[in-house]
């Protein structure tokens, strides 16, 4: 669903899921890790609770040069090639798998939207938690210049696999929706995956934004433990249900851009697997 090829059997196109994930991945962090690590500072580090996002640009930049915007990069770097590859694996096999009545059952008031497009998302989110949660909690540690342990790195495990399974079945349904009802732009080689990926991204972090707000206070150790309600609400409380929303523009920026261009990246690759015959 994530191209316009022919597709194989289900575990070929798992596998080509794991290989053009790879290179997803590792334009997603190329392109988008300064926002990133700004995001990160806007919503777990002290000294940056009230800095906007061009002031903590700045004065990580002005403190640390270049490589403070990419400090932490290396862990999701070889993480975003790992769990994007389970990702985009997880999800088209379970998609091509599901090419069934079952599967291609469409949903009520949905405008199309089958069930295997939802089926999808959960296994790719679930997937990409189980690689991911130990990588973001050394990145998030080495953003905030703080220490980390081994025996954490299955820390906010059960909000990262919530924040996922949410986030990549808003952008796979997304994806779906422009395939289907605008498959004219998705068909062209760099715009259409280009203005699909960012939309798509975009639209699923704005769902999912707050979960994200959370999971780095928890895998920051920011403030005193507690649960992930209890921290939402004292965040409403001390600066309102917009506080919720805290780092929204660098991380909608990173977004948009990244997986626009990690999409061009992907939709290329996928050709490639076609003209090299190995769907057939």
Not at 109 to 118: A, M, N, S
Not at 120 to 130: E, K, N, P, V
Not at 148 to 158: A, I, K, N, T
Not at 193 to 215: D, H
Request: glycine share 12%.
């Amino acid at each position: 669903m994530t191209h316009n090829e022919k597709r194989a059997v289900w575990w070929k196109e798992g596998l080509f899921g794991l290989g053009t994930g790879v290179m997803y991945g590792f334009t997603s962090v190329a392109v988008g890790q300064p926002w990133d690590t700004v995001k990160t500072k806007m919503q777990a580090q002290k000294g940056f609770e009230d800095a906007g996002m061009l002031k903590t640009f700045a004065k990580t930049f002005r403190e640390h040069g270049v490589t403070g915007l990419y400090r932490g990069a290396l862990p999701p770097l070889f993480g975003s090639m790992l769990f994007r590859s389970v990702q985009f694996g997880a999800y088209e096999a379970a998609y091509t798998y599901l090419n069934n009545d079952l599967g291609r059952c469409v949903l009520p008031l949905t405008g199309g939207l089958q069930l295997r497009v939802i089926v999808g998302g959960l296994f790719a989110g679930i997937a990409r938690a189980t690689i991911e949660t130990p990588l973001e909690y050394v990145k998030i540690s080495r953003q905030l210049q703080r220490s980390w342990r081994l025996r954490d790195l299955y820390r906010g495990y059960s909000i990262t696999c919530f924040r996922n399974v949410a986030l990549l079945t808003t952008f796979f349904i997304m994806v779906d929706t422009g395939k289907r009802n605008a498959g004219a732009l998705f068909s062209s080689p760099v715009l259409g995956p280009f203005v699909t990926g960012g939309f798509a991204s975009t639209a699923a972090w704005l769902v999912i934004w707050p979960l994200e707000f959370m999971k780095s206070q928890v895998q920051g150790h920011y403030g005193p433990e507690a649960s992930i309600l209890s921290r939402m609400r004292a965040v409403v409380v001390e600066r309102g249900i917009l506080g919720l929303y805290r780092g929204l523009a660098p991380g909608i920026i990173r977004s948009f851009i990244a997986n626009g261009a990690s999409m061009i990246v992907m939709h290329y690759a996928q050709r490639k697997v076609t003209e090299w015959g190995l769907r057939d």
